[in-house]
């Protein structure tokens, strides 16, 4: 499947268009959703071949909340202009995914109106989880479900057959007329699994090679990830390990989670999968922020491109931003005049050229070389093609003596070769993507 051998760039569409200012939706069409068009030399340059939408609909405010599933948020533009953003997206070769809210909608949602004002007439009623013996603390004369006890979030019954014959039109439309790739499904965990299974069949007569992904937090992956469900599912079991190893210096948190999923033991969780991996999103803080040693940049994401899984990059984060989740979301959410272009988003670019071209990253097995506090070499393997990913987090130098397999090595990332005949002399805080030659 493309999305396997893809890198993906995340955007958030209400923060990147508009600053989130206002918040709220306050009716007036603007029309910024077209500056994505002037970033695609920029997605080309670091390599990128797929975009990752955050909601793009019509919503109440921060786009989950959404009002109308077939119309761009009008503080974004129109369809007319999110048509051509995806067209000239296509047309540079990269695909689109958008976000899907189908567990709940926004409380200006049509169907949910007509309940408002209908109450128990309203032919809708069944289309949410609705007492007339209680009441909201909108004061709506009738008590719904929420998500998560957010009341600003109405919980959709994806039971009721008018409601999933709904949504699975809009997604039809969504394929039809913007030609989109693949769907991220928002709160996956909590879905109808019939209602994920009928999407994924829908999907597929549709289109070929429709890439469904879905946001998982917890538990077994497996429950949704698999032939008659989801493609992919985003991967924070290893979001925390991929900074807190870093800031501990216990290298052995993030290897021992990926020798759980992917490891050579019969055991082992998704091997054969491919989870999106990410160190950073539009709901937790930025990577530049998290990490201690801004040096560590570097590293972390030589190991997000290097370990299993599709990676992720989150608009911004590539040049380094900084974005503390404690400061609210709008903090993680900016606005940005034009791309910024650093070591750092030099660094990324290789990465993911490196990424695109190796079957070994794409698809390869995962097995753990070496491994100490300070430093992590494993191997990924596919067929004929070998990579090496290692790193030494150690402001220090040190000499690894392990079973290399190969004597000499190309580091994809400077060029350099280097010869492990009598040991690898690993260069103090440094990654390397080593091929054998």
């Given at each position: 499947?493309?999305?396997?051998e893809?890198?993906?760039y995340q955007?958030?569409?209400?923060g990147?268009?508009?600053?989130n200012d206002?918040?709220?939706?306050?009716?007036?069409e603007?029309?910024g959703?077209?500056?994505?068009?002037?970033?695609?030399d920029?997605f080309?340059k670091?390599?990128?071949?797929?975009i990752?939408?955050?909601?793009?609909?019509e919503?109440?405010s921060?786009g989950?909340?959404?009002?109308?599933?077939?119309?761009?948020?009008?503080?974004?533009?129109?369809?007319?202009?999110?048509?051509?953003?995806?067209?000239s997206?296509?047309?540079?070769?990269?695909k689109v995914?958008?976000d899907?809210?189908f567990?709940h909608c926004?409380?200006?949602?049509?169907?949910?109106?007509?309940?408002?004002?209908?109450?128990?007439?309203?032919?809708?009623?069944?289309?949410?989880?609705i007492?007339?013996d209680?009441?909201?603390?909108?004061?709506?004369?009738?008590?719904?479900?929420?998500?998560?006890?957010?009341?600003?979030l109405?919980?959709?019954?994806?039971?009721?057959?008018?409601?999933?014959?709904?949504?699975?039109d809009?997604?039809?439309?969504w394929?039809?007329?913007?030609?989109i790739?693949?769907i991220?499904?928002?709160?996956a965990?909590?879905?109808?699994?019939?209602?994920?299974?009928?999407?994924?069949?829908?999907?597929?007569?549709?289109?070929?090679?429709?890439?469904?992904?879905?946001?998982m937090?917890?538990g077994?992956?497996?429950?949704?990830?698999?032939?008659?469900?989801?493609?992919?599912?985003?991967?924070?079991?290893?979001?925390?390990?991929l900074y807190?190893?870093?800031?501990?210096?216990?290298?052995?948190?993030i290897?021992?989670?990926?020798?759980?999923?992917?490891?050579?033991?019969?055991?082992?969780?998704?091997?054969?999968?491919?989870?999106?991996?990410?160190?950073?999103n539009?709901?937790?803080?930025?990577?530049?922020?998290?990490?201690?040693?801004?040096?560590?940049?570097?590293n972390v994401?030589?190991?997000?491109?290097?370990?299993?899984?599709?990676p992720?990059?989150?608009?911004?984060s590539e040049?380094?931003?900084h974005?503390?989740?404690?400061?609210?979301?709008p903090?993680?959410?900016p606005?940005?005049?034009?791309?910024?272009?650093t070591e750092?988003?030099?660094?990324?670019a290789?990465?993911?050229?490196i990424?695109?071209?190796?079957?070994a990253?794409?698809?390869?097995?995962?097995?753990?070389?070496?491994?100490?506090?300070?430093?992590?070499?494993?191997?990924?393997?596919?067929?004929?093609d070998?990579?090496l990913?290692a790193?030494?987090?150690?402001d220090?130098?040190?000499?690894?003596?392990a079973?290399?397999?190969?004597?000499?090595?190309?580091?994809l990332?400077?060029?350099?070769?280097i010869d492990?005949?009598?040991?690898?002399?690993?260069?103090?805080?440094?990654?390397?993507?080593?091929?054998?030659?």
């Amino acid at each position: 499947m493309w999305a396997y051998e893809s890198v993906f760039y995340q955007i958030f569409p209400q923060g990147f268009c508009n600053n989130n200012d206002p918040f709220f939706n306050d009716g007036v069409e603007r029309h910024g959703i077209l500056d994505v068009i002037d970033w695609i030399d920029h997605f080309k340059k670091l390599n990128i071949n797929a975009i990752y939408f955050s909601p793009v609909f019509e919503s109440d405010s921060h786009g989950y909340n959404t009002r109308n599933y077939k119309l761009i948020d009008k503080r974004l533009g129109s369809n007319e202009d999110f048509k051509k953003v995806c067209d000239s997206l296509h047309e540079a070769g990269i695909k689109v995914v958008l976000d899907g809210v189908f567990n709940h909608c926004g409380r200006g949602f049509g169907p949910f109106l007509d309940v408002i004002e209908k109450k128990w007439d309203s032919p809708y009623k069944d289309w949410f989880y609705i007492s007339f013996d209680g009441n909201s603390n909108y004061n709506d004369g009738f008590w719904y479900e929420g998500w998560e006890g957010n009341y600003d979030l109405v919980k959709l019954n994806l039971d009721n057959p008018a409601v999933s014959d709904y949504l699975i039109d809009a997604v039809k439309y969504w394929i039809e007329y913007f030609g989109i790739d693949g769907i991220r499904l928002d709160v996956a965990y909590m879905l109808n699994e019939n209602f994920i299974r009928r999407l994924r069949y829908e999907c597929d007569q549709l289109s070929d090679d429709f890439f469904l992904i879905g946001e998982m937090l917890h538990g077994d992956y497996n429950r949704l990830v698999n032939d008659e469900m989801l493609d992919s599912c985003t991967n924070y079991e290893c979001y925390k390990g991929l900074y807190s190893a870093f800031n501990s210096n216990n290298m052995f948190e993030i290897i021992h989670s990926l020798m759980r999923q992917y490891g050579p033991e019969e055991w082992t969780l998704y091997k054969g999968k491919h989870l999106m991996d990410f160190v950073d999103n539009h709901d937790v803080s930025r990577i530049a922020t998290m990490l201690d040693n801004p040096r560590n940049l570097f590293n972390v994401y030589t190991l997000l491109f290097g370990m299993p899984g599709i990676p992720c990059i989150y608009y911004g984060s590539e040049w380094g931003v900084h974005g503390d989740k404690n400061n609210g979301d709008p903090s993680l959410r900016p606005k940005f005049e034009a791309p910024e272009w650093t070591e750092l988003t030099d660094h990324i670019a290789k990465l993911a050229q490196i990424k695109k071209d190796s079957k070994a990253l794409n698809y390869g097995d995962f097995t753990n070389l070496h491994l100490t506090n300070m430093q992590s070499l494993f191997f990924r393997k596919a067929d004929e093609d070998t990579m090496l990913v290692a790193i030494n987090i150690d402001d220090n130098p040190c000499t690894i003596h392990a079973d290399f397999r190969f004597g000499r090595f190309r580091d994809l990332l400077t060029g350099e070769e280097i010869d492990m005949g009598g040991g690898f002399n690993m260069e103090g805080n440094r990654s390397y993507i080593l091929q054998p030659f």
